[in-house]
């Protein structure tokens, strides 16, 4: 059974400074990676979605790199802005269609 | 134009009654879920749809049931209902049809449905 891990579960950091969030997955047999944005009461934003042959992706100012062999990945956001603020979630996609998500990773962002 | 579309809302109800909460998409996509949101913000999938058929059914009481009518539609009917089944339900849709070229897997989610059982 897939069992993914985020770490670490809260974050808060001053505007301007870098993000760096890590999703850790025990079942190196995936299909994709896909990284999520919630907001409080709302829905799941997909942010970037990373396939199993893939190293990284990126979109503006986030990057997300993949290393499926450890079972990790780690999402990078540049120069945080407090509109970033919000839980940021990891799936991972497995061969036999379930998605299993991680608990994510609270982020606030300060003025 | 909405992609992925949850009706109703929100929905409170009393314990016992019988409730269902419908999905749309309008992406094409071949694949359908309903995942749980509990209190502690976990999401947990409950069923997947490919094609109309069943294709994932997780250790979920029998009082759920889903039907899909056609591609893109997914409703979850939910019978007797109890507390512990107060949470946010998320419907999503992904193309698989895997082994196709521009098929990437990525699910789409609507903006949930919070269900409250009093």
């Known amino acids: 059974k897939q069992e993914v891990t985020q770490i670490p579960a809260a974050l808060s950091v001053p505007e301007g400074e870098n993000l760096v969030l890590n999703c850790s997955f025990t079942?190196?047999?995936?299909?994709?990676l896909q990284w999520f944005r919630q907001d409080p009461g709302k829905g799941l934003t997909s942010l970037l979605l990373?396939?199993?042959?893939?190293r990284e992706q990126t979109s503006g100012r986030l990057n997300a790199s993949l290393d499926k062999s450890s079972g990790r990945s780690t999402l990078y956001i540049a120069a945080s802005q407090p509109g970033d603020s919000a839980t940021y979630l990891c799936?991972?996609?497995?061969?036999?269609?379930?998605?299993?998500f991680g608990a994510g990773t609270t982020v606030t962002v300060r003025a | 134009d909405t992609a992925v579309s949850q009706t109703p809302k929100y929905l409170v109800t009393q314990m016992g009654n019988d409730k269902s909460i419908k999905c749309e998409q309008n992406?094409?996509?071949?694949?359908m879920y309903w995942y749980k949101q509990d209190s502690k913000k976990f999401l947990k999938i409950m069923f997947s749809?490919?094609?109309?058929?069943?294709?994932i059914n997780e250790t979920v009481p029998n009082r759920f049931s889903p039907k899909s009518p056609d591609k893109a539609h997914l409703n979850l009917h939910i019978n007797s209902l109890e507390l512990g089944d107060s949470a946010v339900y998320f419907c999503?849709?992904?193309?698989?049809?895997?082994?196709?070229?521009?098929?990437?897997?990525?699910?789409?989610f609507g903006e949930g449905s919070r269900l409250t059982v009093l």
């Open positions: 799936a991972v996609h497995a061969n036999d269609y379930k998605l299993s």
């Open positions: 992406l094409g996509h071949d694949t």
């Open positions: 079942d190196s047999a995936i299909y994709n």
């Open positions: 999503a849709s992904s193309q698989e049809a895997r082994g196709l070229r521009g098929n990437t897997g990525e699910l789409f």
């Open positions: 990373i396939q199993s042959s893939q």
């Open positions: 749809y490919n094609n109309k058929e069943l294709i």
